[in-house]
Nanobody, 117 residues
Framework: QVQFVESGGGLVQPGGSLRLSCAAS????????VGWYRQAPGKQRELVAT???????NYTDSVKGRFTISRDNAKKTAYLQMNSLKPEDTAVYYC???????????WGQGTQVTVDS
């Protein structure tokens, strides 16, 4: 059974940093592309960063140069290092397998990130 548990969110001032973690259960983590998503109030969920099993990464334009996605396959955990945070980064952040057709079953609770002075 696949399950994600996200953690590491919180309240941070503009310009600050946070590191999010996503612990996965199940046996498929090491084989799949992992993505970090976010959903701001009143907006659709968006995919902000992905990382392949081999470590290749991709980012949406709004976070390039500020966010870094990484993964530890031995721990079945993905990370999102977020630097130079802006108020528009405020959202609930989730992880999932963006290329897996069953991903709708896997959403976790997410972790709230609030950027505010």
């Amino acid at each position: 059974q696949v399950q994600f548990v996200e953690s590491g969110g919180g309240l941070v001032q503009p310009g600050g940093s946070l590191r999010l973690s996503c612990a996965a259960s199940g046996t498929i983590f090491n084989m799949l592309v992992v993505g970090w998503y976010r959903q701001a109030p009143g907006k659709q969920r968006e995919l902000v960063a992905t990382i392949t099993s081999g470590g290749s990464t991709n980012y949406t334009d709004s976070v390039k140069g500020r966010f870094t996605i990484s993964r530890d396959n031995a721990k079945k955990t993905a990370y999102l290092q977020m630097n130079s945070l802006k108020p528009e980064d405020t959202a609930v952040y989730y992880c999932n397998y963006p290329k897996n057709p069953n991903r709708d079953r896997y959403w976790g609770q997410g972790t709230q990130v609030t950027v505010d002075s």
